[in-house]
Nanobody, 126 residues
């Protein structure tokens, strides 16, 4: 699976951005997909994930109520709609894919994912 994230940019606090992640591979629909982010000097942290069936979504506390992860298996796309952005949301955002059979216990850990996109920069100004 190859992943390419795009859609980042500069936005004022309170604004919105929609990140997209294009995936290659015929078995995309069987992968759990997630978004992580990494700010300068900080560890990569979990933002949101959605299972292969597209049913259940999981969010970091910092993302709940503001971010929405969605996927379109027919188009091999994953999205992250980010609303009410804050300066602390500034980071490089990565999409990631977990191979089928991966453990839900590692869903929020970078080590649980097998494939990564190149990242897209999100900068929120105050």
């Amino acid at each position: 699976v190859q992943l390419q994230a795009f859609g980042g940019g500069l936005v004022q606090a309170g604004g919105s951005l929609r990140l997209s992640c294009a995936a290659s591979g015929r078995t995309f629909s069987s992968y759990t997909m997630a978004w992580f982010r990494q700010a300068p000097g900080k560890k990569r942290e979990f933002v949101a994930a959605r299972g292969w069936s597209g049913g259940t979504a999981y969010y970091a506390d910092s993302a709940k109520g503001r971010f929405t992860i969605s996927r379109d298996n027919a188009k091999n796309m994953v999205y992250l709609q980010m609303n009410s952005l804050k300066p602390e949301d500034t980071a490089v955002y990565y999409c990631a894919a977990m191979s089928p059979g991966g453990s839900i216990l590692t869903m929020t850990s970078p080590s649980g994912y097998d494939y990564w996109g190149q990242g897209t920069q999100v900068t929120v100004s105050s």
